[in-house]
């Protein structure tokens, strides 16, 4: 996990923020939902309202276009598939990334009731060594993949990774649908995919790289567009 850590985001943050901050968000802006379209497929997320300043920086990027043509540069079966870097719109076969950001971070947004299930929207941030307030990644972002846990691995979890209880109704999710919960309240959660989890399944079995660009896919997975939509009750 340290290896994780210091590898979703380097420190040479070298992209403007100015096309995202001249974006303004309307009202019925954030009762849309976000379609990424990638080449594997749609994902469709809600954001949540008990994360403002994530919501709306996202809603922004996404109006901006920011991430069209953006890779998921970072995939780990089992675990989460990762984007949001944008100097992986021209990214050379090989060229390792991570390290492209808007130049700001945002002030963490941990929520006892968003936690790390299968398919939740999380933010990317620097490790603890450097950013020990926790405080996201402005642009890159992570889906969880995650996995099923027995009762046996999350007591494990609670006593040598977060050092606490994990909530009673959060066990049983982790029993069923799965995820990573080792990583709660240390990144903030901020939306879900509320369709499109065989996309997210599809995404992290791509082959990835063993070499300098370790866990990029060897063939590229891209978001061809993200966009807001109308906000259904229920996806078919």
């Not at 040479?12 to 009202?27: G, N, P, W």
């Amino acid at each position: 996990m340290k290896k994780w850590i210091a590898l979703l985001l380097g420190c040479s943050l070298i992209f403007s923020a100015t096309a995202q901050q001249e974006v303004t968000l309307r009202k019925k802006d954030r009762k849309r939902d976000v379609l990424l379209q990638t080449n594997y497929g749609d994902i469709i997320i809600r954001l949540s309202d008990s994360t403002p300043l994530h919501r709306d920086n996202f809603l922004k990027l996404v109006k901006s276009h920011y991430y069209d043509s953006v890779l998921f540069h970072r995939v780990i079966k089992n675990f989460m598939i990762q984007a949001g870097d944008p100097q992986s719109k021209q990214a050379k076969p090989g060229e390792p990334l991570g390290n492209g950001g808007p130049g700001y971070t945002i002030p963490a947004e941990f929520r006892q009731t968003l936690f790390h299930k299968k398919g939740v929207i999380a933010a990317a941030r620097m490790g603890d060594n450097v950013n020990p307030e926790k405080a996201s990644s402005g642009s890159q972002f992570y889906i969880v993949q995650g996995k099923i846990f027995t009762d046996a691995g999350l007591d494990s979890v609670e006593t040598y990774r977060l050092k606490r209880k994990i909530p009673a109704e959060q066990r049983e999710v982790y029993k069923t649908i799965g995820g990573t919960p080792h990583l709660d309240q240390n990144y903030t959660v901020f939306g879900e995919v509320v369709k499109g989890l065989n996309v997210v399944d599809s995404i992290a079995a791509v082959p990835t790289s063993t070499g300098k660009d370790r866990d990029r896919p060897l063939n590229d997975v891209r978001i061809l567009k993200a966009k807001l939509i109308k906000r259904k009750k229920h996806y078919k």
